[in-house]
């Protein structure tokens, strides 16, 4: 198989975690004889720097044209702290999903036995927990229409969706839960929003289509809590931009770190793979950045390509890295390993160099480990 994917490596550990899942994808396409070509394009605070555009036209161009694209991480410092900057880098990232049309951004939330500790929910109440958000990715409040009064006091942003948006996300998110337990629960705030109760309606009218889905529908606010008190209840979870936002944050944590959560975006062309961390500025070029995010994300893409086998390769290789206590710094702060060491171990075991049943004390590390 023959691929073209576009990599924006983007800010903060953007680059660093990015390049440990291109060596998982080298090791899967040199084992499976597939080949990936890359193309290096920038967004975002990078961008910025470079180009004074957060979304340069050639990096629009080249998305348009690929079959994948790998993102990193968006986002600086400088810029959180300045409302009135009028450039900024996320603005590359929300114009991109418009270009593309990704309408759908699909976050899976599962949990690791090994990081169990390191979750805030009790063990009892994360056994089981297998849920996956779709999240609308290009209506709502984000790409309303915003304005601000001549004298700065008063500010507006206008949160609109059409029936069409809400049915093609609607009917992914039907397709899933039928491959998987069954059960979609929308989350809204239709007891003071028109919006909601518009994608209220049009749920109920879908659902139809999917006898065999059981279907409810749950207010964000009660949601938010529903996820922390008993997270086992939720299959799949679908919701509008800026709910999907905040709940698949909340939900991340779940999982006992935050570095370890991929993400794909999908619409009617090329689709996006990123983790779902941040730039984490702060950790940037220290080679500690915990790369499974982007590694599961890059497991995502090959699943997307229909390579099943290679992607079910990349989450066990990850789990094993877990269970095996190879892990970043926000795992474990005391006996941790870096990035690059983690890229290592994962793409060396994608590509059969090292035996699945072999056990941490047998694995002599070339380089990096600091333990
Ligand atoms: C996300 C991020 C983005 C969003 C930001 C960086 C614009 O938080 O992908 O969840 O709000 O969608
Ligand atoms: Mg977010």
Not at 24 to 31: F, P, S, T
Not at 48 to 61: A, R, V
Not at 251 to 264: F, M, R, T
């Amino acid at each position: 198989m023959q691929k073209n994917i576009v990599v924006i490596e983007g800010d903060g550990i953007g680059p660093e975690v990015t390049r440990q899942a291109i060596k998982v994808l080298n090791a899967v396409a040199e084992h499976g004889g597939h080949e990936f070509t890359y193309k290096y394009c920038l967004m975002g605070a990078d961008a910025i720097d470079k180009t004074g555009n957060p979304l340069p036209d050639e990096t629009i161009e080249a998305a348009l044209n690929s079959d994948a694209i790998l993102f990193g991480a968006i986002g600086h410092p400088k810029y959180d702290n300045d409302p009135t900057a009028k450039v900024r880098p996320e603005q590359g990232l929300l114009k991109l999903r418009k270009s593309l049309q990704l309408f759908a951004n699909i976050r899976p939330v599962a949990t690791y036995p090994a990081l169990q500790h390191l979750s805030p929910l009790k063990a009892k109440v994360l056994e089981g927990v297998d849920f996956i958000i779709f999240r609308e990715l290009t209506g709502g409040i984000y790409f309303g229409k915003k304005e601000t009064s001549a004298d700065g006091s008063q500010a507006t942003d206008d949160c609109t969706y059409t029936r069409e948006e809400i049915e093609r996300i609607a009917h992914l998110a039907f397709r899933q839960a039928r491959q998987r337990k069954k059960r979609l629960t929308l989350v809204d705030k239709a007891n003071v929003l028109e919006t909601s109760r518009l994608w209220r309606k049009v749920i109920q009218d879908i659902a139809k289509e999917y006898n065999d889905v059981k279907v409810d529908f749950l207010f964000v606010d009660n949601a938010a809590m529903q996820i922390i008190l008993n997270p086992k209840q939720f299959d799949v979870i679908l919701t509008e931009n800026m709910f999907g936002d905040i709940l698949s944050d909340e939900a991340s944590v779940i999982s006992g770190s935050l570095g370890l959560l991929p993400s794909a975006s999908i619409g009617k062309g090329a689709a996006l793979f990123e983790p779902i961390h941040g730039s984490y500025p702060q950790a940037a070029g220290k080679d500690i950045a915990n790369p499974l995010g982007s590694i599961l994300s890059a497991a995502m893409l090959l699943d997307h390509f229909s390579l099943h086998k290679e992607a079910g390769r990349v989450r066990e290789a990850a789990n094993w890295t877990l269970q095996n206590g190879f892990v970043t710094k926000d795992i474990d702060p005391v006996n941790f390993y870096f990035t690059s060491t983690i890229g290592e171990l994962i793409s060396d075991y994608v590509g059969g160099k090292i035996p699945g049943d072999i056990h941490k004390e047998n694995i002599e590390l070339r380089k990096s480990t600091i333990i």
